[in-house]
């Protein structure tokens, strides 16, 4: 990828990683039932893994079954997910803890223990207050915000911005059809001072700005979305018309150079032969996937359970500012609300980078990310 994140020109070639964790730590990767080149052995078998219990004990029982097999129970134990391997890390430190494995960290890249705050439900106005400071920071990336806003620091106005739709915008939506006009009115001007968007749009929104309406909103002018994952990509449309984008830019631009390169990697160096298609996202299982009882599962209390049971465990959260898939203030509204005993918050530490959900993409930022991560370790090894 180019330093920023952005697509190269194909054919793409593989460098060599001078961030790779490999100085501090043993590496495996694990790619769940259904994705990479995992695969049931038989196709109605899927049902038994694709589910929030069946993926947990599946790969649960891999990390043990490895640890056994190659000798590694007397070594420190890390785990590293990313988006809903975030949910599942912290749902395997509860599974785990409870089969006598304890680990000394885990890692949480673009975090979501719990899905109800970045799923836009109806009826349920949290994500319209969570997703504001990220629209506000992808407003102030494109040039989109007023002067005095876009003078600030990103992380001046993710202050401001968060500050108020806790504060203000929260109680407003909270108050639903009772809402004064007046009030309305002064909320619909900060909304769309906040995040670039005309006041009548906000109003016509009944100021519950939706994640891809603000996608396609933003740069409408220009025929031109941002990106969920990164919303500093911009994806081209065809029409200035429309609802929604047609795609999400950052995923076009990540997909083709990883995908490629993982053939290139596995097939051509690592002399993995096989004709299966390597399953970078399995839409098909996520279609399928069941949650337990139906519900969208809370592994913030999983982990605070974890936590409790083991109070060496310590946790890093690492985020993304222009993440619209799991933003900074969802992420640290489900951190603020696992009831956490006092004696044990400290062992949580968040950090923040300049890029989206993959915000390694960025170069900087995964520069940043790797003295991060190996202070982390270093840490947790130490307490």
């Not at 043993?26 to 769940?32: A, G, H, I, Y």
């Not at 590694?72 to 599942?88: I, N």
């Not at 001007?189 to 100021?207: C, D, I, M």
């Not at 941002?226 to 500093?232: A, E, H, I, Y």
Request: charged letters at 25%; a negative charge.
């Amino acid at each position: 990828m180019e330093d920023e994140g952005w697509m190269p020109k194909p054919p793409y070639e593989l460098t060599p990683n001078e961030f790779t964790w490999l100085g501090f730590s043993d590496l495996v990767f694990v790619d769940p039932v259904g994705t990479g080149y995992s695969r049931a052995v038989r196709e109605e078998l899927d049902r038994k893994f694709w589910s929030f219990n069946g993926d947990i004990e599946s790969v649960g029982e891999f990390i043990r079954l490895y640890l056994g097999r190659y000798g590694r129970w007397e070594s420190p134990l890390f785990l590293a997910g990313e988006s809903y391997g975030t949910t599942r890390s912290a749902g395997l430190a509860g599974h785990l803890v409870e089969k006598g494995m304890a680990f000394n960290g885990i890692v949480l890249i673009s975090t979501a223990l719990d899905i109800r705050p970045i799923d836009f439900g109806i009826g349920d106005d949290l994500p319209y207050q969570l997703f504001v400071p990220t629209y506000a920071a992808t407003a102030r990336y494109h040039g989109r915000l007023e002067p005095d806003l876009q003078g600030l620091s990103l992380e001046e106005l993710d202050r401001m911005v968060t500050e108020w739709s806790g504060r203000e915008l929260a109680v407003a939506l909270a108050q639903g059809d009772g809402l004064p006009p007046e009030r309305r009115s002064q909320i619909a001007a900060q909304l769309a001072r906040f995040t670039g968007l005309a006041q009548e749009y906000v109003e016509g929104s009944n100021l519950r700005v939706e994640i891809n309406r603000f996608c396609r909103e933003l740069l409408r002018d220009e025929k031109r979305s941002v990106g969920r994952l990164d919303s500093r990509f911009k994806g081209i449309e065809a029409l200035a018309t429309g609802e929604y984008p047609e795609s999400d830019p950052a995923m076009d631009a990540m997909t083709p150079p990883y995908v490629s390169m993982l053939y290139a990697h596995l097939g051509g160096r690592l002399g993995v032969r096989t004709d299966m298609p390597y399953e970078p996202l399995n839409l098909k299982a996520n279609e399928k996937w069941e949650w337990e009882r139906g519900k969208l599962p809370t592994t913030g209390e999983i982990l605070r359970k974890a936590m409790a049971k083991n109070p060496h465990m310590k946790v890093m959260v690492a985020q993304g500012y222009y993440d619209l898939a799991t933003p900074c203030y969802a992420t640290s509204y489900m951190l603020s609300h696992m009831n956490m005993d006092p004696s044990l918050r400290g062992n949580v530490s968040t950090r923040y980078y300049e890029a989206g959900h993959m915000f390694y993409l960025d170069l900087e930022s995964l520069a940043a990310f790797h003295g991060d991560v190996a202070g982390f370790f270093g840490e947790a090894c130490r307490s």
